[in-house]
């Protein structure tokens, strides 16, 4: 903790009770540097209809802005440029913060980036988004996607180049921000766990399943392809019983619960919509391996969560993902999309014993102990002291 505690406004386009990693990292942020002295501000959209409003948390003040529901997304909020902007320049006029940290560079970032740029107040900016993850959401055809995923990169590099330091969870989205974005450095810092929370306490009775179960948490997206993971447990041996539990919601649940209809393995899949932080722990414990099938990942809270709490990984060969795996000791790789090769690592893997499967959750916990929260969190709290570079020894290893 500083000798002066800080006032931070995070200003966040996603954040609780929206369900995504950005919305979990925002809130880990502000619990912890409450936790650690400092006076904690959010800027965010208003999760329904309705005025401004302000909501006193225990992990921050929650400053809403008047948001309207995207036609194309579940949950999404879009909040009207010429509706937050002026809000935002009043609300940092108002709070004076000593720092800025922008989560992403659309609208509510956007408005706080000009607004902390417009009163000399130090930005750091962290980008969690790749803009091609819009492509599912945007009525166009392909060409026009391109058009406006090259403008928002391009605006991406505008804007948060005016920080004084920009983030971003790994090092391959920093070298993609760099390529696509034009930006000369972006600093790898992942958004941290807490590895001791999803591990099993000294004397627990650590909960299991009847048959081998394979775990998926996430949003029921297009772009987590989850229905790849339905299809390889089809495939897989029948001997082995293998089933999976879905964890979860979201604008893909009614097109799998058909798909396992189709399937006819309804007694194999398990369907748990939103759970809370107990029944979660619980789940990734009672699992047996987890499964990460999607493509558009630039992290995967939710693969370091099931890693900490000791479980072999089978994870789609996209993004960041590979750099969670090292082949055959904490787990396996596979080629995206692909049931067949999917099916096929689950079949390895189930087919090993009980004892291998504890030495791969056991390196896995290894791997998952690089991304400790504090870390995390002590690394952002020098940016925000007025460090212009941080060394974690985070992926070190990469």
């Not at 369900?19 to 979990?24: D, H, R």
């Not at 990169?153 to 790994?170: I, N």
Request: net charge negative; with cysteine; hydrophobic share 40%.
């Amino acid at each position: 903790m500083t000798e002066r505690p800080l006032r931070i406004l995070i200003a966040a386009d996603t954040y609780p009770p929206d369900v995504n990693g950005a919305s979990v990292f925002g809130y880990r942020l502000a619990q912890h540097m409450t936790a650690r002295g400092h006076d904690v501000h959010i800027a965010a959209a208003r999760p329904g209809p309705g005025p401004n409003t302000v909501e006193y948390q225990d992990e921050a003040t929650i400053h809403r802005f008047r948001s309207f529901k995207a036609p194309t997304h579940e949950y999404y909020r879009l909040c009207l440029p010429w509706m937050i902007e002026p809000g935002m320049r009043r609300l940092v006029e108002e709070l004076k913060p000593d720092v800025v940290h922008v989560q992403c560079h659309y609208m509510v970032g956007k408005a706080a980036i000009l607004a902390a740029e417009a009163a000399r107040v130090r930005l750091i900016a962290t980008n969690h988004f790749m803009p091609e993850n819009l492509d599912p959401f945007l009525p166009f055809p392909r060409w026009f996607k391109n058009v406006l995923s090259r403008n928002s990169w391009r605006d991406m590099g505008r804007l948060m180049g005016k920080a004084s330091v920009v983030t971003t969870p790994t090092p391959l989205a920093a070298a993609t921000m760099k390529s696509k974005g034009g930006f000369d450095h972006v600093l790898p810092l992942s958004n941290g766990i807490d590895i001791d929370y999803y591990s099993p306490r000294p004397g627990e009775n650590v909960p299991t399943r009847q048959n081998p179960t394979v775990l998926f948490v996430g949003r029921l997206a297009v772009e987590k392809n989850v229905e790849v993971l339905i299809d390889a447990v089809a495939k897989t041996n029948p001997d082995l019983q293998i089933s999976a539990e879905i964890v979860g919601d979201g604008e893909q649940r009614d097109r799998l619960r058909d798909q396992v209809a189709e399937l006819g393995i309804e007694d194999r899949i398990t369907f748990r919509g939103h759970i809370d932080d107990d029944d979660l722990r619980e789940a990734y414990l009672a699992a047996d391996v987890f499964c990460q099938p999607g493509t558009a990942e630039l992290q995967s809270l939710v693969s370091l969560e099931a890693m900490s709490a000791g479980k072999p990984v089978v994870l789609a060969d996209a993004l960041a993902l590979p750099h969670l795996v090292t082949q055959g000791e904490n787990g396996y790789l596979f080629e995206p999309n692909n049931s067949d090769d999917l099916a096929e690592q689950l079949n390895t893997i189930f087919t090993q014993s009980h004892q291998e499967r504890t030495r791969m959750g056991q390196a896995s916990r290894a791997k998952a102990a690089q991304h400790a929260i504090d870390q995390t969190m002590s690394a952002f709290e020098e940016l925000y002291q007025g460090s212009d570079w941080v060394h974690t020894g985070q992926f070190d290893n990469w």
